[in-house]
């Protein structure tokens, strides 16, 4: 058993001190290093210290995107999931409910921290395929007010979800409907900023229909870390003290937000092209034949097609091809390969020439 714990720590560290070998990492878009104009910034930017409120570069960043997404206040935290549950106990207390998405990070993802740390009971619902929960869905879910049931609260959505866009005119009826029913409601819009490029909107379009939103700068907008929730004044208080519980106080976080406040100016018009490298990869990967290629904004899903065994067998090689050619994936079904700022032409070449040798295997 103690052998056992000892190899697998031995991995561990061999895994963690594994020198960054791969020519391309598709796993996900978070694994992006910032850029040295980046890097730049971060160094050049002025600190103070968070928690006193006098940290200047961190104020920046939480005016920048309350103005830009068109909210009265904005709160910078450490992460994403830390966002979300800080606008869910803001907007729930106790004994609250929120209605989310069977699949939605909020409620599969985020380890039960609303329930948790909360103490709010979510209320999963089944999902379409772009993340969208059915209005009937929405309105059949919400309790009466009875002692019985725990009182609905808030409606939480996500999107991008799984890189699919939720259509505007869903995010308008259901965020109307919310009102109507006397619910709140939330955005996880992690990739946000991909779901306006695709659409060619403002993000501020999507973000005016809901009471609070957060957003990742660690994803496609490629910073180190950091999220940033933005809502009314009143919510933003209330998440600062929850953020504040929840030991998510950070002092000179200037440095990070230096990082987001660069790369909301230099790293959102770009966005299209990890759009356009997803659809030249899934473009590649469904002409191999046989495997069930879905690609939304930066994201290509890769699923075994009609004949399960010899596809099934068809992405095996597809997946051991990519690793032997230094391109990091995880070997997870379905496939999810995903484009982002490391991602450039170069990288993308090594990935189509992967997918050539599977296709000249193949006729073989
Ligand atoms: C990444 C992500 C988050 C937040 O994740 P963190 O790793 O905690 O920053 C939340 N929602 C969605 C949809 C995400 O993809």
């Not at 329930?115 to 209005?135: R, T």
């Not at 505007?168 to 996880?188: E, M």
């Amino acid at each position: 058993m103690e052998t056992i714990t000892r190899e697998h720590d031995a991995r561990q560290r061999t895994a963690a001190m594994r020198p960054r070998s791969a020519v391309a990492d598709l796993r996900s878009d978070t694994v992006t290093r910032p850029t040295p104009r980046m890097l730049a910034a971060m160094m050049a930017a002025r600190t103070g210290d968070d928690v006193f409120g006098d940290d200047p570069t961190v104020l920046a960043l939480q005016d920048r995107l309350a103005e830009m997404l068109g909210f009265e206040a904005a709160l910078f935290l450490p992460t994403g999931t830390m966002s979300n549950l800080c606008a869910l106990m803001a907007h729930c207390e106790r004994g609250d409910e929120v209605l989310v998405g069977q699949k939605a990070h909020t409620y599969k993802y985020e380890a039960g921290g609303a329930a948790v740390l909360g103490s709010i009971q979510p209320q999963p619902l089944e999902q379409e395929a772009d993340g969208s929960i059915a209005l009937e869905r929405i309105a059949g879910a919400v309790k009466p007010d009875d002692p019985h049931f725990a009182r609905t609260r808030l409606l939480a959505l996500e999107n991008t979800f799984a890189g699919q866009v939720m259509p505007q005119d869903y995010v308008r009826a259901a965020t109307r409907l919310a009102r109507d029913l006397g619910l709140a409601s939330h955005l996880d819009g992690a990739r946000l900023f991909n779901a306006a490029c695709a659409q060619g909107l403002r993000a501020i379009e999507i973000a005016c229909h809901f009471d609070s939103l957060s957003v990742c700068l660690s994803k496609g907008l490629g910073t180190p870390a950091g999220s940033v929730l933005v809502g009314s004044a009143g919510l933003i208080a209330r998440a600062h003290r929850i953020r504040k519980m929840l030991g998510g106080g950070m002092r000179q976080a200037g440095i990070l937000a230096a990082a987001g406040l660069y790369a909301l100016e230099h790293h959102v018009d770009r966005l299209k092209e990890d759009h356009a490298r997803a659809a030249t990869l899934a473009h590649a990967l469904r002409s191999l034949g046989g495997l069930r290629v879905v690609q939304a904004t930066n994201m290509v899903w890769v699923e075994a097609g009609d004949d399960p065994q010899r596809d099934t067998r068809l992405l095996d090689q597809l997946v051991a091809q990519l690793l032997a050619s230094g391109v990091e994936v995880l070997d997870r079904r379905p496939l999810r390969l995903v484009t982002h700022l490391d991602i450039g032409d170069e990288q993308l070449a090594v990935v189509l020439d992967a997918i050539a040798v599977v296709a000249s295997d193949c006729r073989i």
